[in-house]
């Protein structure tokens, strides 16, 4: 019997930004491509539905599109651009 993720890792509300200007991320819930995780999986740690748990300093360049909380978005003002909610968050789409 597996014990339960803590609150951090649980099911979060993710919306897509588009970055602004060079951001590092060093902890939180990610939802990205495989394309993006390629570039960065010694750092990240595979959840469900194409999110990942920030484990080390994760870097994203300006025209990137990513999948954050938004409270780690509001830690970023400034250097996002929320455009909608995440696909995998709506109900009926991919």
Request: proline share 6%; hydrophobic share 30%; with cysteine.
């Amino acid at each position: 019997m597996s014990s339960p993720q803590p609150q951090h890792l649980q099911e979060k509300t993710m919306n897509l930004y588009k970055v602004l200007e060079p951001i590092e991320l060093h902890r939180g819930i990610v939802e990205l491509t495989q394309d993006q995780v390629m570039q960065r999986m010694r750092y990240l740690k595979s959840l469900k539905n194409n999110k990942y748990d920030v484990k080390g300093p994760v870097y994203f360049k300006r025209g990137e599109i990513i999948g954050l909380t938004p409270d780690t978005a509001e830690r970023l003002t400034g250097c996002l651009e929320m455009l909608t909610k995440s696909p995998t968050n709506q109900k009926g789409t991919k």
